[in-house]
T-cell receptor, first 111, second 113 residues
Framework: GENVEQHPSTLSVQEGDSAVIKCTYSDSASNYFPWYKQELGKRPQLIIDIRSNVGEKKDQRIAVTLNKTAKHFSLHITETQPEDSAVYFC??????????FGTGTSLTVIP | DTEVTQTPKHLVMGMTNKKSLKCEQHMGHRAMYWYKQKAKKPPELMFVYSYEKLSINESVPSRFSPECPNSSLLNLHLHALQPEDSALYLCASQPRQGGEKLFFGSGTQLSVL
């Protein structure tokens, strides 16, 4: 089955700096890679996703890059704000299969 | 309607109680999921229904019993739970199983006393 690894497990940045979270996956057939943001006690919220036929996707301060050859994808948050503080999960999936989640990154943005 | 609705939002139950969690979506999605989640950990898959048939059962104890009465509804029946079952229980749905956006409900925060 698929194995998704996520690093780092915790990340602290100063407000205004950039944050980068990285994930690797093992199944070359995985073709859908979402990123979720979750605040304590709330539902995971999809913030950006990418499909395997695309190398990069951007939405305002958030971007995701995918390297299919190396089987890794990364979340980039620029100009971080205190409200970006949360736990972030990556995931990998393919048709007919479940989502495989990374172990999560607890991001703290220091004002 | 682009929501997955879960009830109740909070539930406290004793170890001898029987209760049910409910999930509803009206987006025409044919894959529905139950996840269990502890704080700051990733969601753990419990069950997947695809076209109202149980597709995946991740070796969940029999004190958890899923039911999919129709394509819009998903229930999780709880009986004789243990304190370690206390967690956030999330329902989710997808147009079809795998490879597409997963829509999460707001969850049920369960405490077992």
């Amino acid at each position: 089955g698929e194995n998704v690894e996520q690093h780092p497990s915790t990340l602290s940045v100063q407000e205004g700096d950039s944050a980068v979270i990285k994930c690797t996956y093992s199944d070359s057939a995985s073709n859908y890679f979402p990123w979720y943001k979750q605040e304590l006690g709330k539902r995971p919220q999809l913030i950006i996703d990418i499909r395997s036929n695309v190398g990069e996707k951007k939405d305002q301060r958030i971007a995701v890059t995918l390297n299919k050859t190396a089987k890794h994808f990364s979340l980039h948050i620029t100009e971080t704000q205190p409200e970006d503080s949360a736990v972030y999960f990556c995931a990998a999936s393919k048709p007919g299969n479940q989502f495989y989640f990374g172990t999560g990154t607890s991001l703290t943005v220091i004002p | 309607d682009t929501e997955v609705t879960q009830t109740p939002k909070h539930l406290v139950m004793g170890m001898t109680n029987k209760k049910s969690l409910k999930c509803e979506q009206h987006m025409g999605h044919r894959a529905m999921y139950w996840y269990k989640q502890k704080a700051k950990k990733p969601p753990e898959l419990m069950f997947v229904y695809s076209y109202e048939k149980l597709s995946i059962n991740e070796s969940v104890p029999s004190r958890f019993s899923p039911e999919c009465p129709n394509s819009s509804l998903l229930n999780l029946h709880l009986h004789a739970l243990q304190p370690e079952d206390s967690a956030l229980y999330l329902c989710a749905s997808q147009p079809r199983q795998g490879g597409e956006k997963l829509f999460f409900g707001s969850g049920t925060q369960l405490s077992v006393l």
